[in-house]
């Protein structure tokens, strides 16, 4: 067996071996043994624990999968919006000298170093009926919004809350981009618009991927943000799950959690193989 | 005479206030083999940069077949590049690479098919088409850098240190090539290198810059052997470089003797620079010798011994196919047309001893420069 062994990168020495084990329990303890506690409950009913598929249809009723649409729906228009204020704004700082580049990129992580509540709650206040969005409009004599507690203003959380997840991973594969492949792409007869689609658009799409995830994920399961933003009309598939939770219905957590799961999962890996970059740009799957 | 196809009249370039060029007045002709060569930092690759389109001038004008072209975008130029490290598109295979700037053009798929096979052919890559650029070897990039560049039918091609990541054997291997494209293609080939020795046997013309200024313009042969100042004396190949009193016309006197030469129009009694190139030092027996000195090094080289003698305090390179021993006394005995004079400049006793000679500096001096942007 040994003889005929192919060989696997270098060999590890046992010290080596030793140094993944806190990685390894880290991850068996929770990350796996999670994942088998939601698997065991989305399956079993409350009463005896027997194996049932009631929880897993329960999604698929009209109600769960209005909610689940409407998530989808905010998650997809905020990593959208994400995409198109954090491409052109990456692209804009990976083409500044090094030391703006560091600066704007602390500017950017500044907010994220404060509480994501808090965060949250401060776009509360800018949006309310009486905040500081509509006292500017009111000086300037446009009437007032009402934005608050609609699906918009739970786009806007969402944009200002993860905008910095689509900007970081564009900017680091960008900031990594030859500019001498730009300038070669000028060489052989681009203009402006041409080098953008047929060079910086396809060396960035790892990042683009990795922003879309890390942007859409969080996005579409988040239920802060609609609770505080959003209304009794803006409910997401998280504020579901929260709610199931709060009255210990752990069975119907379980499954709307693992549906939730297995539908971003199998969606991701879909956009990932029709992608295929392979010069990984900080893939999540 | 051959037509002007580029010129640069009065370049000057700063770069965060340090000047790369200044006052570069140049004429690229027609179906040339034009090499700049010069020191890292000398602000060759920044007027090829000019040429192509990526720098424009803080002062001076370019012009193209005779229309000014400062203001014209790269992708405009009928001009392409083949770029230091290659800049091949790493999202693209060796056909999608090659075939860039045609589609670009929006030239029909089958023309495309056609021209790019062509282009293998030349650069002697057919069946890659489907390889991954990234995984092909320097050499084979090279050439897949040159056929994207030469299937757009440039006027010029611009040329940035492409040799200066490959090995040596690899480098004179693509030397010959790239020289035999050129004169299979006809097309202006505008070459940038701080390697000499490829400058001398690839070009038609040779362009010796340093310190953002152009030192001597010249065939290979005319720069080796009439160089117009010390600084291009000892960039092209080895050189002994003294200083000298020009007596009269043909007559110069250095190292304390008097010599006959073949320059002329000099001033009398004006101080120059004498260059003596070390295979033309011809060793002789003491009593025979113009001059005579102490062998301090003797160092076998292949095809000659490199013989470095101490002449009354200078170090003289000598290079002879026949042994002295080191420690002895020789002679030395210089023909008249060994000897070249030059007018004194700015580089006169910068360069020319060979007292802090070893081969490492050999070694130093070919070390590929870096960018220089």
Request: proline share 4%.
């Amino acid at each position: 067996m040994t003889g005929a062994r192919k060989y696997n990168g270098p060999r590890r020495s046992a010290l080596q071996r030793f140094a993944a084990a806190p990685h390894i329990a880290w991850a068996v303890l929770f990350v796996i043994a999670p994942l088998i506690f939601v698997a065991y409950y989305a399956f079993t009913n409350s009463a005896d624990g027997s194996f049932t598929m009631a929880n897993i249809a329960a999604f698929f009723t009209k109600e769960y999968l209005l909610i689940f649409w409407r998530s989808v729906k905010l998650a997809f228009f905020a990593t959208l919006i994400c995409l198109l204020l954090g491409y052109p704004t990456a692209y804009f700082i990976s083409r500044c000298k090094p030391g703006t580049q560091k600066i704007l990129i602390v500017l950017l992580m500044l907010p994220m170093w404060t509480n994501f509540l808090i965060r949250t709650y401060s776009i509360m206040t800018l949006l309310q009926d009486t905040g500081i969005l509509n006292s500017l409009l009111g000086a300037i004599g446009i009437k007032p919004l009402s934005i608050i507690g609609t699906e918009t203003a739970v786009v806007i959380g969402m944009v200002y809350d993860y905008l910095p997840y689509m900007i970081l991973p564009i900017y680091s594969v960008m900031s990594k981009m030859d500019h001498r492949l730009i300038e070669a792409a000028s060489d052989l007869g681009c203009n402006g618009f041409q080098v953008l689609k047929k060079v910086i658009i396809p060396l960035s799409i790892s990042g683009v991927i990795s922003g879309i995830t890390m942007v859409f994920v969080p996005s579409i399961s988040t239920f802060y943000i609609s609770q505080k933003l959003g209304g009794p009309s803006t409910l997401l598939i998280g504020d579901v799950i929260e709610q199931q939770y709060t009255a210990s219905n752990y069975n119907m957590v379980a499954s709307l959690s693992f549906v939730l799961m297995v539908i971003l999962i199998v969606g991701l890996a879909i956009v990932n193989h029709y992608t295929d970059s392979d010069d990984g740009g900080g893939m999540l799957i | 005479m051959k037509k002007r196809l580029i010129e640069l009249k009065n370049i000057s370039k700063a770069f965060d206030g340090e000047a790369v060029l200044s006052n570069i007045d140049l004429y690229i002709h027609d179906h040339e083999f034009m090499t700049l060569l010069g020191p890292s930092g000398c602000g060759k690759t920044t007027t090829l940069r000019i040429i192509g389109g990526f720098e424009t001038p803080d002062e001076g004008d370019v012009y193209f077949e005779g229309e000014r072209i400062n203001d014209l975008p790269a992708y405009k130029r009928h001009v392409n590049t083949v770029f230091q490290k290659y800049a091949l598109f790493p999202h693209l295979n060796v056909f999608d690479n090659i075939a860039f700037g045609l589609r670009i053009k929006k030239v029909k798929e089958d023309v495309i098919r056609e021209k790019v096979s062509e282009m293998l052919s030349l650069v002697n890559l057919v069946g890659f088409e489907k390889k991954n650029v990234s995984l092909l070897s320097g050499g084979q990039q090279q050439r897949v850098a040159i056929a994207r560049a030469l299937i757009n039918e440039p006027e010029v091609l611009l040329l940035d240190e492409p040799l200066g990541a490959l090995d040596l054997k690899l480098r004179k291997d693509m030397q010959v090539e790239l020289k035999n494209i050129q004169t299979k293609t006809g097309i202006t080939f505008v070459y940038v290198t701080h390697d000499q020795e490829e400058a001398l046997s690839m070009s038609d013309t040779v362009v010796v810059m340093a310190n953002g200024k152009i030192q001597q313009i010249g065939t290979p042969i005319d720069i080796y052997n009439e160089p117009v100042n010390a600084f291009v004396a000892d960039f092209i190949g080895e050189s002994n470089i003294l200083d000298g009193v020009m007596l009269k016309d043909f007559c110069v006197k250095f190292a304390s003797h008097t010599f006959d030469c073949l320059d002329k129009g000099f001033e009398i009694n004006e101080p120059v620079d004498v260059v003596v190139r070390p295979e033309d030092v011809d060793v002789v027996p003491v009593e025979k010798g113009m001059l005579s000195g102490l062998v301090t090094s003797v160092t076998f080289k292949g095809v000659h011994y490199e013989i470095i003698v101490d002449i009354d305090g200078f170090k003289w390179m000598i290079q002879s196919t026949d042994y002295v021993a080191p420690n002895s006394v020789i002679g030395v005995y210089i023909e008249p047309d060994a000897i070249h004079i030059m007018k004194k400049s700015e580089f006169s006793n910068m360069f020319g001893d060979y007292s802090t000679f070893s081969d490492e500096m050999d070694h130093l001096s070919e070390v590929p420069e870096e960018d220089e942007e």
